[in-house]
């Protein structure tokens, strides 16, 4: 490309060939599309082949380091970021774009329509176990993602604003699904306190136990979900316990 592209769009997967065709077929609007493969073993690499401008594939044990190899790949003056599980619909394809062009720097806010299966659930995301919304599109440099394995802390500059169309998360396909994100999750944070302990004891991990599920079911309003908000705020709960028990009970956390 001669001139500076307005939107690059950034994919990180690690063995999504199930998901990689639908995601970066919907990506088409941006100017550069580039996809991150990390230890890549199925055939997204050949999925990728038809969309991508640039792939960069690699090994990374760290999710923050694969991401911000990815943000200092792309060359476009915003930058937005898509999981292989998530949709961008034509609606917000467009608000992406009128954002980009109106705007120089900062970073926005784009809420999230959260899929089980089949089942949309709004109500009830936070505490580490989802999002209602998040910053994944940013001015170039505007943002850079901390060095932990799982929910990388983020350092954003810039004016935070706010899109209103939703992008579409397939979050998991059903409880089996979630109980394996919950063993995945708790086994790569369990490695990050084993490196880097927090200080925070098991009384207090086991009182998160209780405050998560509250601020996810209550405060979050995940009672509005039916059984699908409990499921939610209990795997809220659990996340911070049985990683502080994953890192201090077993030598070698997978």
Known sequence: MSETPLLSALVVAHNEEKQLDDCLSALAFADEL????????????????????????????IEGDR????LDTCQGRWVLEVDADERVTEALATEIRAAAEAHQDGYFLIPFDN??????????????????????????????????RVHPALD????????????????????????????????????????????????????????????????????????YGFLIALFAGLYPILSHLKATLEDDPK
């Open 67 to 70: 991401r911000n190899t990815g």
């Open 115 to 148: 899929y089980v299966g089949d089942r949309l659930v709004r109500y009830g995301w936070g505490a580490a176990w989802g999002v209602s919304a998040a910053a994944r599109l940013s001015s170039k440099g505007a943002k850079r993602w901390g060095l932990q």
């Open 156 to 227: 954003l500059k810039g004016p935070e604003r706010r899109l209103s169309e939703r992008m579409v998360h397939y979050v998991d396909r059903d409880i089996s699904d979630m109980i394996k994100r919950l063993d995945s999750y708790t086994n790569a944070k369990a490695r990050d306190l084993r490196e880097n302990p927090d200080g925070t004891s098991y009384g207090r991990n086991v009182r998160r136990m209780f405050s998560r599920f509250w601020k996810c079911y209550v405060s979050r309003k995940g009672y509005r979900e039916g059984k």
């Open 34 to 61: 580039v996809v991150v493969l990390d230890k890549c073993t199925d055939g997204s690499k050949a999925i990728a082949e038809k969309y991508a401008d640039k792939i960069v594939e690699g090994a990374w044990d």
